[in-house]
Antibody, heavy 118, light 109 residues
């Protein structure tokens, strides 16, 4: 059974940093692209970033470029999102998701809430 | 960049058929995928590719596309289908980015 479990969310002040983690199991993690998708309270889904199987390609939504970094450790079956210079508008539930070639997400974690507030 | 447009809300009588649409330039080149999200839960993939359902998704869910519009059809809507539905696709600019529609709240009457 595919499982994705996010952790690392919490309350952080504007300008602060946070690192999210996603532990993957039930599939060969190193064979798949992975992604982060977020959802602000009461709002829709927003794609944040993708990373290739070996980490050699990474893509970001414009609003987080230069502030967020997606990475992975295939030996630990883990995906990460380093978030710096956080803003109030980054407040959201962040989901880890497995990304497929036709640009869809076939498995999702339960999400971790990030709140940026003073 | 690219945008995908969805109607904010749609309603359907129990047992009837409902179509939820998603419009955008990227859909002329790329398939849309569809997700169901119930309150407090993570999204669940219901349709991907031309018209493919993941294991466990009832066959009352189907997908289609024409021009710049993709559709999710629920034939014989059930009470448990009441949820938010989102479409997504590749960004039409060819830069490996992903776009989502704004979501449609489906009410089953």
């Amino acid at each position: 059974e595919v499982q994705l479990v996010e952790s690392g969310g919490g309350l952080v002040q504007p300008g602060g940093s946070l690192r999210l983690s996603c532990a993957a199991s039930g599939f060969t993690f190193s064979s798949y692209w992975m992604s982060w998708v977020r959802q602000a309270p009461g709002k829709g889904l927003e794609w944040v970033a993708n990373i290739k199987q070996d980490g050699s390609e990474k893509y970001y939504v414009d609003s987080v470029k230069g502030r967020f970094t997606i990475s992975r450790d295939n030996a630990k079956n883990s995906l990460y999102l380093q978030m710096n210079s956080l803003r109030a508008e980054d407040t959201a539930v962040y989901y880890c998701a497995r990304f497929r070639a036709n640009y869809y997400f076939d498995y999702w974690g339960q999400g971790t809430l990030v709140t940026v507030s003073s | 960049s690219s945008e995908l447009t969805q109607d904010p809300a749609v309603s359907v009588a129990l047992g009837q058929t409902v179509r939820i649409t998603c419009q955008g330039d990227s859909l002329r080149s790329y398939y849309a995928s569809w997700y169901q999200q119930k309150p407090g839960q993570a999204p669940v993939l219901v349709i991907y590719g031309k018209n493919n359902r993941p294991s466990g998704i009832p066959d009352r869910f189907s997908g289609s596309s024409s021009g710049n519009t993709a559709s999710l059809t629920i034939t014989g809507a059930q009470a448990e289908d009441e949820a938010d539905y989102y479409c997504n696709s590749r960004d039409s600019s060819g830069n490996h980015r992903v776009v989502f529609g704004g979501g449609t709240k489906l009410t089953v009457l």
